[in-house]
């Protein structure tokens, strides 16, 4: 009885450690893939009711018919002036894989160099890769000043 009692035991322990070796493994999976997951997925804040941030730049910087690349808020942006009134603002970051894009003369199109992406004047995709158009800014002229915000 003393043996059977013994071996009974031994069976509900190996099972308990084997429970608990299972336990500690998903733990760690998920400890792990977790941080992957938030790395890969991350969260986008939206700012509801916050205001929209803004830069202002001299108009005089912005021939009329050419192209002017720039920093707006940190970040590479393109700024398309095709007439007197008209203003094209769009970041100058691919949406294939957050090369900064290049303007091509003669092609009239933005082009990013790491992939071919293309790109028309209102950043619509023309070609390659990218998934999606160009982020587009607001953009307006005001007292000689064109201003740029976040749309």
């Known amino acids: 009885m003393s043996s059977n009692l013994l071996n009974n035991s031994s069976e509900v322990r190996r099972q308990f450690l084997n429970s608990l070796l299972w336990c500690f493994s998903i733990i760690s999976f998920l400890g792990i893939a977790y941080p992957v997951g938030m790395f890969l997925w991350p969260k986008r804040i939206e700012r509801k009711g916050a205001a929209k941030r803004s830069m202002k730049f001299p108009a005089a ?16 942006a393109v700024v398309l002036r095709p007439n007197e009134q008209e ?13 900064v894009v290049k303007w091509n003369e003669s092609a009239g199109e933005l082009v990013c160099p790491c992939h071919g992406g293309r790109f028309d004047i209102k950043g619509n995709v023309l070609g390659g890769p ?22």
């Not at 203003?87 to 090369?99: D, K, M, W």
């Not at 998934?131 to 915000?149: D, H, R």
């Open 61 to 76: 910087e912005f021939p009329i018919g050419g192209v002017k690349f720039l920093r707006f808020l940190k970040r590479p």
């Open 87 to 99: 203003l094209i603002a769009l970041s100058a970051v691919c949406t294939h894989l957050g090369c």
């Open 130 to 151: 990218p998934p999606s158009p160009l982020v587009a800014f607001k953009a307006s002229i005001v007292n000689e000043y064109i201003i740029i915000e976040e749309a």
